[in-house]
Each structure stands twice: as C-alpha cells, then as structure tokens.
C-alpha cells in the first residue's frame, strides 16, 4: 500500500568517505596514539577497519583481553589527535556533498548523520565545514552499543527523525555501513570513494553523478508511492 504524501522522508548521512575525505587524519591520528602505547597499526589494517568502532578496531588488533580502559583510553587519545588535526589542516565537503544538502532540505527532506564516530568528532567536523544547518539529528557512537554493520545506528537516526525505515535513503561509502542499511530496511546508495565494490540501489563515485532524482525514485518505489 502506498506511504500516503504527508509521511516524511530522511537521507542518512554516513560523515567519513562520504561528507567528506577525512582517512588521512584518521591513519595519522592512529598511528600516533597507538605508537605512544608501543603498539603499531599497518595501513592495511587500518583500511580494512576503516568505519567500525573504535572498541571492535581495537579488540581486534590487540586482542580480546585487551583491557578495557586501555581501549578507552587509546580510543580517546585517537580522537582528540584526530580532531586537531581537522581543525589545523581544514577540511572540505566532498564534491555534490553541499549541492545535496542544501537540494534535500529545500524540497523538506529530513537529514541526520549516522556515523560510527563520536558525538564529538561529527560535531567538529560540521562545524568546520559549515554544514550544521542542513541536519535535524545526529545518531553517533555514543547512541549505539552495536556498530555497523548492525543497523542500529540507522534505526537510532530514523527515530530521531521521525521517520519510516522504508522512507529512508541512506549514503554510505563502506560495504559494513551498506550492509546495515539492508538490514534496517532502508533504500542504498554507495558511494565508491574508498570501496570499488559496492553493494546498493544506486552505486556512483561521486555524488555530482546522481541524477536529480535520483532519492525521491528509490523512495518512491520502496513505498509502493
């Protein structure tokens, strides 16, 4: 039965590979909280863990019985690097990133972020891109207990915007992240910035690829309107 047109409909924001390119910052600020540590993270676990929550990135690395204030207190040291190092080398919207927004909040779209990173990270980083109007609701780390690609993170983001799963579209640039909006039930589009292979509705390597209406038609067809 079609979503009668007064059911409001939301575009979930994964922020990292998507909102903007941030990886480099990410790497560095590991790569120096972990070697203060002793320990030592390679680039190529560091891409493969790109994404999740700092706790499972961490586990995984340094083992199950890895303590967990040492978890907490590594994760944190990570991410107050992090921070600084976007705040002292800028940061930019990835391209079609500010066009979409500003596009989706015109034609009275709801939009939350729905990240893995903490509250405090996606807070600095709209800010510095200018970007805090455009979003009605944040769902980060701190509002889940599961991370992706469980899809709690959307379901958390969907609720806080009042929105139907089915009424949700969802920007992602990691298959975890894909994954859990399949199983939230919500419509895809991947974004290859960091992933060549991608599984959603609509996969493009850049946003300023999606055709005009491009949300409106996978939300239209997943309600039945």
Known sequence: MPAPANVP???LWDMDGTLLDSAEYH?????EALAREGHEMSRVHFDATFGRRNDAILRE???ED???????????????RYRE???????????????WLA???????RQAVASSAPRLNIAAILEAMGLEPFFDAVA?????QRGKPDPQVFLVAAAKLGVPPARCVVVEDA????EGARRAGMCRIGLATSHAELDADIVVRSLEELPDDAFDRLVDRSSGS
């Open 103 to 109: 596009r989706l909040k015109a034609d009275g779209w």
């Open 66 to 80: 890895v303590l967990p204030e040492t978890v907490v207190r590594i994760a944190a040291a990570k991410e107050e």
């Open 27 to 31: 790497w560095l600020s590991w790569r």
């Open 9 to 11: 409909r939301a575009v």
């Open 85 to 99: 190092l976007a705040r002292s080398g800028g940061v930019e919207p990835l391209p079609g990133v500010r066009v």
């Open 175 to 178: 298959p975890a992240g894909l």
């Open 61 to 63: 690395l340094l083992g």
């Open 140 to 144: 980060a780390d701190d509002d889940v």
